[in-house]
């Protein structure tokens, strides 16, 4: 599947920046293939539209804010947050400035720290992530930075417990639990709620990485696979405490997407420093990112076209979670091989 090519991903929510790097001037980003600009208004607020003038087609990113408007760097144009052309310098009269004077704009919010767009008319709301609105729990924004990878092959990843064996050698995963416990899932209407334990991790990593002297090495884990490209994983720890990554691979084209993570604890920065929870997710992802990097970014929806096994069943739901939403928009899966192709049942 092609994400730039099915246009209902259009109508989902994405953070696209987060609100600290947001500063006086224009911040130009490629969400779906679309290039957009975002900036502040003069309340503070982000807003966003297509960074492309409607005069003499200049990217408006180049340009600088005004009192919360965008002004075009090439004659001067000024556009506000819903795409309206409120300034004209070489017009002498305001109100002479012509309706047909403006950008498209694209709906934009604030959540969680972040700007998140969303390019056509909204399906669903932005996801909720209870632990955020817990005054118990203390948010750390972790990483914002390209990757070379389809957003779905992140998701299922995060779903699938086979591969820390594998892939976390140096900070987590455990050689003497190759066959991860089963998960419970729960399909929700735009999701899925997965709980399950987190076998045995290895020990050793864990008093190294972790500083955690308990041997008791299981984890129970809650998690939720938003749509299309957002999960919240929620880890505790058998001393109590909770940690939450929350994780949204913004899609920047087909074959890029922007990885933006926050994480969502329930200790204090004197039990943990902010630094060593962020250099140990770090180490974690870039684990995870060198083999996800090299996977292909056309994730097919057709079960038939990859082989499986037991623990690909949450990333097999989703999968065909969003063939059925295709379906449901009227659009077939379009791949690099050309489009038509129907998605057929799953196997496991
Ligand atoms: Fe933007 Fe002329 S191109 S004002
Ligand atoms: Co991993």
Redesign the pocket.
Known sequence: MLITKQPVFRRFWYPVVPMNQLSDTPYAFTLLGEKIVVWRNAEGKPVATEDR??????Q?SL?KVVDGKIA??????QFDGCGSCVH?PQLDAPDGIPKTYRVRAFHCTERYGYAWVCLEDPLIDIPTIPEAADASFRQIQEFYEPWKVAGLRVMENEFDLAHPTFVHTTTFGSEDHPIPDALDLEELDWGIHVTGVLGVVNPDLQQKNLKMENRDTVRTLDMDWYMPFTIRLRINYPNGMSHIIVNTMTPIDDGMSQMVQFALRNDTEADTATTDVIAFDRAVTLEDKRILESTDSDVPLRPSVEQHMMTDKPGLLMRKKIAALLKAHGEVEQTRHGGGVESDRLVL
């Open positions: 003038c409607c005069h003499r087609t200049a408006l340009g075009c760097a090439y004659h001067g144009w004209v």
